[in-house]
C-alpha cells in the first residue's frame, strides 16, 4: 500500500486481514487506508495492485519466512516412516512451491495444492480430496493438520480428523474456538 501512497497500517492491523488470500487482503488495506467499505473499492484497481503484490512477493516469499520449531523434525520423521505429505494451501500453488523447494521439502512433500490449483479452495473439501487423490490414500486414513479455521472446516467438510496448531493466522480468533480435534503447540508433539 506504500506503492499506492498510503501509510503503513502496521503488522498487528495487517495480521488480521490475512488468511482470505491476497486479493482480500488488498481489498482490506485498501478499504482501510480510505476509510470505507471494501465493497466501494473498483475492481480494476485491485486488479492493479494485486498484479504489483505478486510481482513484489515473488521477488522476496522466502526472505523472512522460516518454518516454525519442531516442523522439519516432524516431516523429517514421517517421511521416514513413508507417511504420504501433501502441502494444501490458500496461498497460489506457484509461491507455495517456491517457499517448499526454499526449505527443501519437495522431495518430503511432493503434492502441492494452492487455492488456484482447484475451482474451490479450503474451506471447501476438493482440495483435501484432491490431495488424498494424487497421494493415494483413502480420505479415511489421513489427517489434516492446520493452523486456520478455513482448514478445520475443510476437513471437516472432508470427513477426516484435524489436528491444529496456534500459530497461523486466524483471524484474530484462537484456533481452539473452531473445534479441531486436537491442539498441539508444536508439530513434533505429533510423534
Keep these: 500500500m506504500l506503492q499506492a501512497g498510503y501509510a503503513a497500517a502496521g503488522i498487528d492491523v495487517a495480521r488480521g486481514w490475512v488468511g ?28 492493479s495492485l494485486l498484479a504489483y503484490f505478486f510481482d513484489v512477493y515473488e521477488r522476496g516469499c522466502t526472505d523472512k519466512t522460516v518454518l516454525y520449531p519442531g516442523v522439519m523434525d ?12 501433501a502441502c494444501v494451501t490458500n496461498k497460489p500453488e506457484h509461491f507455495a512451491r517456491i517457499i517448499i523447494e526454499h526449505f527443501s521439502l519437495g522431495r518430503i512433500m511432493p503434492v502441492v495444492l494452492g487455492g488456484d490449483s482447484l475451482p474451490t479452495r479450503k474451506p471447501a473439501p476438493e482440495p483435501l480430496w ?5 497421494l493415494s490414500v483413502a480420505v479415511g486414513d489421513t ?49
Design 143 to 191: 489427517i489434516m493438520v492446520g493452523d486456520s479455521s478455513n482448514d478445520v472446516l475443510a476437513a471437516r467438510a472432508a470427513g477426516m480428523p484435524v489436528v491444529a496448531v496456534p500459530y497461523g493466522y486466524n483471524y484474530g480468533s484462537a484456533i481452539a474456538d473452531s473445534t479441531p480435534d486436537l491442539v498441539i503447540e508444536h508439530l513434533d508433539m505429533l510423534l
Design 74 to 85: 516432524a516431516l523429517q520423521v514421517w517421511h521416514k516412516r513413508g507417511i504420504r505429505l
Design 130 to 134: 484432491e490431495a488424498c487423490k494424487q
Design 20 to 47: 482470505n488470500g491476497a486479493r482480500k487482503l488488498l481489498q482490506r488495506a485498501l478499504a482501510h487506508a480510505r476509510r470505507c467499505d471494501e465493497s466501494e473499492l473498483p475492481a480494476p484497481e485491485i486488479d
